[in-house]
């Protein structure tokens, strides 16, 4: 039932800068808002819950919040000490939440009782996240006093500057409430009305996907524009495993009746980020135990997809993954005009069919399973206009890094949008190289990217599904067709490109490295770099070096992880495995791995470097040591080489 108030009794918890105002308060000391200054700024997500929080679900939250906070080197809030105290407010300074796309770390606060947090500004992940649980934002201070009198506060205070969607969403304390308020048939459904208007491709995709009656499911709508709150009708909903977890954790804790899945067969779940790590980590994860925590995560997984019928990608009989996530939705699932839902920001791969796929956090995938929609603030949309042509041996991922050299990119101006790759350029782009652009769409901060489907579409989907399937005149951008900015690129003037370590932004062209780099590490694999055409690149560097009797360096351990069981059966019919292991190269069956420090290929020391298909570089993401991001062909070069270097650049340094 929505809300017309809130009134909070518990207590207040001041994030001070200074680490004793914390521990004074943590044991029993009510402070006022003047005593607490300063406060901190930018709590990140990290600092919420530290990442190691992620592999927990359910209530067992509770006990984890703020452990990760950082006041000057002292970390004062400790384990179970938020919810002890009786905390339901929680006060910050600017940009609470950043790094906002954990929502582990948003339910640990909302298990430990936290119900409202104020601060002086939010991250927006974070706050859409807050929306989906019910955890209530609000940026005007003012609001301590009333609070602190015991008065009820008015929900307008938390809608004020929401489209009416998601207003009615915050009214009913989230998006459970308000999937409560629609299984009791009481729950509205502000509708935007607009004239018909010219549309870009995701706009449309969300038009005719838009639902418009929930008490008899219809949809289609004439026209939506940026800004607009819709439900919105899906067709594929993904997870991966600590995700599905946290979701059904939050089914559990939020609808107490059983709601039964809307359309289970279309839901897949899969076991693609930890398949290797009740195998490789002999070391704790940060944490005692975690080895013990994985299998407990995978049991559960397993359990809750068998009484929910739904499809688990998991481990084959030899133990070997089936693959990672996207790469199978793209494979084997995902159709032109879709709307795809997947619990990972790279679902966005599944944009280079077509489709409008992008990720959502646990909340909205549990109330997707039981609804078969999702809540949707329709973007803006970029334009990106490829001209001209990649030179031989460069690549789509030299094109994606190139791009996030780009000033509107570089600076987050595309923070939220959907990013659509039009021009002559993409007719020589296969479906997997599109997959690469698409898929690193999200490391600019852009919801998602998108490719109108055309001939190259249908051949992959003949190719790799045996289906004929029509282009639909209305899948393309239509002309007249607002998009918030336009980018051209010229193709000719990209060159093969290296991101340095710690962020994708840090990406230059190769040949203006100013230093020769050595490398102990050179891993192909992720979403991103485990196709079976990314892989044929990479085996045209072998074969070539096989042929000149070119050999590995004692010191660089070459790993080709691949990425799901049909590109490894594809490169064993090829040929491809066998070159790869007479190289001396070390395959891996298919899963996430060194990508996500879950595998063989992270680094085990703080001076070893490695060269990475990846699609991030940030920090401990890959093991302690520095990572550097290239295209899977630059990858098998450098390793070749022992030092950070093009295909192109081999053969010139070898001279053969």
């Known amino acids: 039932m929505a809300m017309d108030c809130i009134k909070l009794p518990g207590r207040v918890l001041f994030l001070s800068q200074d680490p004793s105002k914390i521990q004074r308060q943590i044991h029993g000391e009510n402070i006022p808002l003047s005593a607490?200054?300063?406060?901190?700024d930018e709590v990140s997500v990290d600092e919420i819950a530290p990442t190691w929080v992620c592999y927990y679900f359910g209530e067992r939250l509770e006990d984890f919040p703020y452990l990760g906070l950082d006041c000057g080197g002292r970390f004062p809030v400790t384990e179970g000490a938020v919810v002890r105290g009786g905390f339901q407010v929680v006060?910050?300074?600017?940009?609470?939440?950043?790094?906002?796309?954990r929502e582990a770390a948003l339910f640990a606060e909302f298990a430990a009782g936290i119900r409202l947090v104020v601060?002086?500004?939010?991250?927006?992940?974070?706050?859409?996240?807050?929306?989906?649980?019910?955890?209530?934002?609000?940026?005007?201070?003012?609001?301590?006093?009333?609070?602190?009198r015991g008065e009820p506060l008015p929900m307008e205070l938390f809608t004020r500057g929401q489209d009416p969607f998601t207003a009615e969403i915050i009214r009913n304390g989230g998006l459970f409430g308000y999937t409560h308020a629609r299984l009791n048939g009481t729950a509205a459904l502000p509708l935007p009305v607009r004239d018909p208007r010219p549309m870009t491709l995701g706009e449309k995709i969300l038009a005719r996907a838009a639902v418009i009656d929930l008490a008899w499911p219809a949809w289609g709508l004439p026209a939506v524009a940026p800004g607009d709150g819709l439900l919105v009708k899906v067709d594929w909903r993904y997870s991966h495993e600590t995700a599905t977890n946290l979701a059904a954790a939050m089914l559990d804790m939020f609808l107490v009746e059983q709601a039964s899945f809307a359309d289970p067969a279309h839901i897949v779940a899969f076991r693609d980020h930890l398949s290797f790590a009740g195998r490789f980590l002999g070391q704790?994860?940060?944490?005692?135990?975690?080895?013990?925590?994985?299998?407990?995560?995978?049991?559960f997984q397993d359990s809750f997809c068998s009484v929910h019928g739904i499809r688990l990608h998991g481990e084959l009989p030899d133990g070997t993954g089936e693959g990672i996530s996207?790469?199978?939705?793209?494979?084997?699932?995902?159709?032109?005009?879709?709307?795809?839902?997947?619990?990972?920001?790279?679902?966005?791969?599944?944009?280079?069919?077509?489709?409008?796929?992008?990720?959502?956090?646990?909340?909205?995938?549990?109330?997707?399973?039981?609804?078969?929609?999702?809540?949707?603030?329709?973007?803006?949309?970029?334009?990106?206009?490829?001209?001209?042509?990649?030179?031989?041996?460069?690549?789509?991922?030299?094109?994606?890094?190139?791009?996030m050299t780009l000033a509107p990119l570089r600076e987050g101006r595309l923070a939220g949008h959907i990013i659509e790759f039009q021009g002559e350029a993409l007719a020589g782009f296969s479906t997997d190289e599109r997959a690469t652009l698409t898929n690193m769409a999200p490391v600019s901060g852009a919801l998602t990217g998108i490719i109108a489907p055309d001939a190259e579409t249908q051949r992959f989907l003949q190719e790799r599904r045996g289906l004929e399937v029509p282009l639909e005149p209305w899948m393309r951008s239509d002309p007249g067709a607002a998009f918030a900015l336009e980018l051209e690129v010229d193709c000719t003037e990209v060159d093969a490109m290296i991101a340095a370590p710690g962020n994708p932004g840090n990406a230059l062209p190769l040949h203006q490295l100013e230093r020769k780099v050595a490398v102990d590490i050179a891993y192909v694999g992720s979403c991103t770099g485990g196709k079976r055409d990314d892989i044929e690149r990479v085996h045209e560097v072998v074969r070539w070096a096989l042929d000149h009797q070119l050999m590995l360096p004692l010191q660089v351990q070459l790993f080709i992880q691949l990425g799901s069981e049909d590109v490894r059966r594809h490169a064993q019919d090829h040929g491809w495995i066998s070159a790869f292991e007479e190289a001396g190269a070390r395959v891996i069956s298919p899963g996430c791995g060194a990508c996500i420090?879950?595998?063989?290929?992270?680094?085990?020391?703080?001076?070893?470097?490695?060269?990475?298909?990846?699609?991030?570089?940030?920090?401990?993401?890959?093991?302690?040591?520095?990572?550097?991001?290239?295209?899977?062909?630059?990858?098998?070069?450098?390793?070749?080489?022992?030092?950070?270097?093009?295909?192109?650049?081999?053969?010139?340094?070898?001279?053969?």
């Open 91 to 101: 006060v910050s300074g600017e940009r609470h939440g950043t790094h906002g796309a």
């Open 36 to 40: 607490a200054l300063p406060l901190r």
């Open 119 to 148: 601060a002086k500004s939010f991250d927006p992940e974070y706050l859409r996240h807050c929306h989906d649980i019910g955890l209530l934002t609000s940026t005007d201070l003012g609001i301590l006093e009333p609070l602190g």
């Open 326 to 403: 996207h790469v199978l939705m793209t494979d084997r699932y995902v159709l032109p005009g879709q709307v795809v839902l997947g619990t990972d920001a790279h679902a966005s791969h599944g944009g280079a069919l077509g489709a409008l796929a992008f990720g959502v956090d646990a909340a909205d995938m549990a109330n997707a399973w039981v609804n078969g929609d999702v809540r949707v603030t329709v973007p803006s949309t970029a334009l990106v206009r490829l001209r001209g042509a990649l030179h031989p041996g460069v690549f789509a991922k030299d094109l994606a890094l190139h791009l």
């Open 284 to 299: 704790d994860g940060g944490q005692p135990g975690f080895p013990e925590v994985v299998r407990r995560l995978q049991s």
């Open 597 to 656: 420090h879950a595998g063989p290929g992270i680094s085990t020391r703080p001076d070893q470097v490695t060269i990475g298909s990846f699609n991030r570089n940030s920090p401990g993401r890959s093991g302690p040591g520095p990572v550097w991001l290239a295209s899977p062909a630059t990858v098998a070069a450098s390793a070749f080489a022992g030092r950070i270097c093009s295909f192109e650049g081999l053969r010139a340094v070898t001279g053969l």
